[in-house]
């Protein structure tokens, strides 16, 4: 007997029909003898419905009342589940973040998990109910407040109750059958991805990859969950998560998947004096607005002028405040211009394979320069090689680096899921 | 400075603009230097929506998940009118049924209160902010789980809450300007009341008044807590619904107002062995079906067959399940026929004037005789009398009876509220 959560995101819970039919895989998973953990996000657009009301009653609604509005929606979606289950036949039970146990720090909108302490799900998993847990919320002890964890949350709460219940894996539903190695709406070819590390899952995900969210896959590696994303619509195995031990290798191909980007900007500060300091004041500008910068590039610096350009790229949507607060600070930092371009986009080639393996950045750049595209930044971690082109080259850009590395299946029915599979 | 408790009923907040609306009023009475607490019900239809919702899941949704459901409905309202009131500048801050204390006995749909320890609304107020608390929901301690109150279930929150803070008034916002003397939709010239009894007030209410539920009266009238029923869309003196203490008198007219309901049935059952402990025998039968018996009457038996008639009246809801179960202990009682009449209406006056007046019966009874109105049943309380008709002459019943007693007015343009003054 294997204990196991299960997460369903609120495109699986949509309606009514959609809470039946997940009521009956999660009654199936516990007729064949699991114990069942669910965690449930709000039904369809509820959040969005419920933040409409939001601003349509106060344009900056307060964080505290915002979250407390937000949690009704999984309030609706758990308690409904619970009852289908029930009508199944197969006792049970809904619990709240707070009543589950997820105790997260005060930060309304984005709180973090600090303590899970799911007593009384146990409970009902020692009488042999069913436990259906809202996803995305917890309680902060000190205000004794409710709070939200923000993007993703549904996911976090997923792991963090699988590792704090010792789970034999965390089930992920979602719309599609799994992690592609690259997005099959790009790449009709995509392979579905049977096993991943978080490693890699990580960087595919910090890349662009909308399927996981960073910090679920953070959480799991921290504490050794092991994830299976799969699709709520077929009962196809989807893709493993795993976390091979310290010194274990796994059998696996070089390249694990590549995840493209349209979502970011780069902002260039032209004309920086090449002289110590400058490129650390300038981060600490840009670091004091809380912008998420991915990529920094700087140009070798021209031996006549002395001056130096400096690139990075960041989300589009933080891209005007960015600006504000640099241009602001232009005398201090002694720069000439700001350059913003928001047609940039991202590939990034991620696989733990390409630690041993050589020739991995020359093979990716051939096939970039053999299909004309042009290269204007690259950034590389140990598992991974990013680089930004032209946002409308990017889907070729996949395609023929997913060809290049042999990634391509013939077998192009099992591709991206959808409703009603 | 006073403490005031605020309850407003989901038609007062039904949308966005009824939220801002009641918002402003509470902005109003906490600048006037008072202290607010606010119970608020869910929005409009809410609780129907979810109610089919839960319906479109499972037949027979369990008690303890359709519970948490529901309780969602005022969590969305009352975060939002949190939302809306900092908005105008004012702190506040909405509470759960269980965050402010409201602990129930663990019966489903229908908890009583067993404890009120509303620690964290006193901390609110002791910062200067308004309480918003949720009604309609509360808290067992045994179980850990969250209860509803059932119908009414806000009032009875709003009374239970001004009780152990020790308010100065508990407010019941609501579409009509108050309790009138009589429904000022069947009697154009009815009065509004301007202070009524609880105990009256109570007979009003089990008589079909519809504005205040019994529960919420009786638990102000055991706690000594004054209410004032009043509009939520003008600014007029409502009703107050007072507590005269022992020995205490107070200057009133003898009839305080007329009560109908068409949402009665009655059943006589014909032919009962004119025998001691048949009566006993029947309404033992009928007790266990849970059926809510209001009046009784047996006629005299014949001394020719030595057999009785015994009629009684029972919501219509709850006609066929006594007819039901009534019908399959025929034998055992030995009565000839079940008489079902769902044609019937029922007129109750109430006063607690009519304890020191003499001729109040006969006054009624000649006022509907003058009307031609015939009346089929007789019951009396210590400030009440009530008369069954039929069904189609009890509109013509309350104004004859209304004219009879002195109550009408002249003034008929304060009349029956509804939205939008």
Redesign the interface.
Known sequence: MSLIVQKYGGSSVAN?EG??RV?KRIVQTRKAGNDVVVVVSAMGDTTDE?LD??E???????G???D??L???E??S???????I??LGVD???YTGS?AGMITDAKHGSARIVDVTPG?VREALDIGAVAIVAGFQGFNRGT?DITTLGRGGSDTTAVALAAALGADVCEIYTDVDGIFTADPRVVPSARKIDRITSEEMLELAAAGAKVLYIRAVEYARRHGVTLHVRSSFNNNEGTLVINPQDGETMEQPIIAGIAADLSEAKITVVGVPDIPGKAAQIFTIVASTDANIDMIVQNVSSAATGLADISFTLPKLEGAKVLHVLESRKDDVGFDSLQYDDQIGKLALVGAGMRTNAGVSAKLFTALFDAGINIEMISTSEIRISVVTRADTINEAVRVVHSAFDLDTEDVALVHGGTGR
């Open positions: 009514a809470i039946k009521a419920l009301l939001a349509s009653v106060s344009p900056l609604p307060a505290r009342e915002l407390m509005l949690t009704a929606g309030r609706i758990m308690a409904l589940l619970a009852m289908a029930k009508g049970a039970r809904s009543q009384r004794g």
